[in-house]
């Protein structure tokens, strides 16, 4: 079994800046694609920004200048640096990985964290 335990969340005013940890557990054989998605009430689930195994990134458009997304595939632990941070960035925030398990390595399976809560208001 994979776990996704997200991290770093909490309240920050408008302009700061705020970073967020995502690690991995569990019988783990590799970790391909990792992102970031955020969902604020009553919008669907978004991107923010993902990595593939290989360190290629890619930004959602509101995420683009001011989110830096980096990976640590030793620790198995993905980070999410805001900075800039607005009120419209309040959201969950939940991390996502491929994984190819241990046990199953014919499989890769997709993984959610339980999301942390980042909340953007002076």
């Known amino acids: 079994q994979v776990q996704l335990v997200e991290s770093g969340g909490g309240l920050v005013q408008p302009g700061g800046s705020l970073g967020l940890s995502c690690a991995a557990s569990?019988?783990?054989?590799?970790?391909?694609?990792v992102g970031w998605y955020r969902q604020a009430p009553g919008k669907q689930r978004e991107l923010v920004a993902q990595?593939?195994?290989?360190?290629?990134?890619m930004y959602g458009d509101s995420a683009k200048g001011r989110f830096i997304i980096s990976r640590d595939n030793a620790k198995k632990t993905v980070y999410l640096q805001m900075n800039s941070l607005k009120p419209e960035d309040t959201a969950v925030y939940y991390c996502?990985?491929?994984?190819?398990?241990?046990?199953?390595?014919?499989?890769?399976?997709?993984?959610w964290g339980q999301g942390t809560q980042v909340t953007v208001s002076s």
């Open positions: 569990g019988s783990i054989f590799v970790i391909y694609g």
């Open positions: 996502n990985a491929d994984v190819v398990g241990i046990t199953d390595r014919d499989n890769v399976k997709n993984y």
């Open positions: 990595s593939s195994n290989g360190g290629t990134t």
